[in-house]
């Protein structure tokens, strides 16, 4: 299984950041696709999550409005549109994947890319 992360970089408050996700190993349209994210000292949390076999989602309170997740299941890539971006988005975001349907908790991941950074300035 293999999950590699890519769109992630320095962008001014205000600013969008739309991250790829490209997946391979594991039955893509069978399993849920989510976004987590990881600052210094803080505990990973879930931002989204994707089922991709109904489509559901699942948005943080903070990501709701903003954050937009998506997958081409042909491609087998995920995405994760982010926008009207605030210093607190700063941190590491991963691209995981589960078979629980609608997994979005650290538990229900089975497997999880290298993360990429996202950096807010003021």
């Known amino acids: 299984v293999q999950l590699v992360e890519s769109g992630g970089g320095l962008v001014q408050a205000g600013g969008s950041l739309r991250l790829s996700c490209a997946a391979s190993?594991?039955?893509?349209?069978?399993?849920?696709i989510a976004w987590f994210r990881q600052a210094p000292g803080r505990e990973r949390e879930c931002v989204a999550s994707l089922a991709n076999t109904k489509g559901l989602t699942y948005y943080a309170d903070f990501a709701k409005g903003r954050f937009t997740i998506s997958s081409d299941i042909a491609r087998k890539t995920a995405y994760l549109q982010m926008n009207n971006l605030t210093p607190e988005d700063t941190a590491v975001y991963y691209c995981?994947?589960?078979?629980?349907?609608?997994?979005?908790?650290?538990?229900?991941?089975?497997?999880w890319g290298q993360g990429t950074q996202v950096t807010v300035s003021s």
């Open positions: 190993g594991f039955p893509f349209d069978q399993y849920t």
């Open positions: 995981a994947t589960g078979a629980w349907f609608g997994a979005r908790t650290l538990d229900e991941i089975d497997y």
